[in-house]
Nanobody
Framework: QVQLVESGGGLVQAGGSLRLSCAASGIGFRISVMGWYRQVPGKQRELVAV???????NYADFVKGRFTISRDNAKNTMYLQMNSLKPEDTAVYYC???????????????WGQGTQVTVSS
């Protein structure tokens, strides 16, 4: 079993910055794709950004130029640097990972519990 724990959320004024972290822990796993998603109550969860082990990344249009996703494979940790935050960025941000065991026999999806980001105007 793999556990994902997000951290770094909080309250910030519009135009400010936050850095989110997602730490993966467990035994005998290898993470392929990791990503950040966000969800507002009453709305569908949406993709923010995803990254591969080699560092390629895709971003949703609404965060391009403002957010940067990165990962440290040695630490099994993913980050989301969020700059120029807007009130509409307010949401619960979730970490997601596609995981295989070390022999490549099993593929599972995991979600963290989420971290709240609130941007005030």
């Amino acid at each position: 079993q793999v556990q994902l724990v997000e951290s770094g959320g909080g309250l910030v004024q519009a135009g400010g910055s936050l850095r989110l972290s997602c730490a993966a822990s467990g035994i005998g796993f290898r993470i392929s794709v990791m990503g950040w998603y966000r969800q507002v109550p009453g709305k569908q969860r949406e993709l923010v950004a995803v990254t591969t082990r080699i560092g390629s990344a895709n971003y949703a249009d609404f965060v391009k130029g403002r957010f940067t996703i990165s990962r440290d494979n040695a630490k099994n940790t993913m980050y989301l640097q969020m700059n120029s935050l807007k009130p509409e960025d307010t949401a619960v941000y979730y970490c997601h990972a596609d995981v295989r065991d070390t022999l490549g026999y099993v593929t599972n999806n995991y979600w963290g519990q989420g971290t709240q980001v609130t941007v005030s105007s």
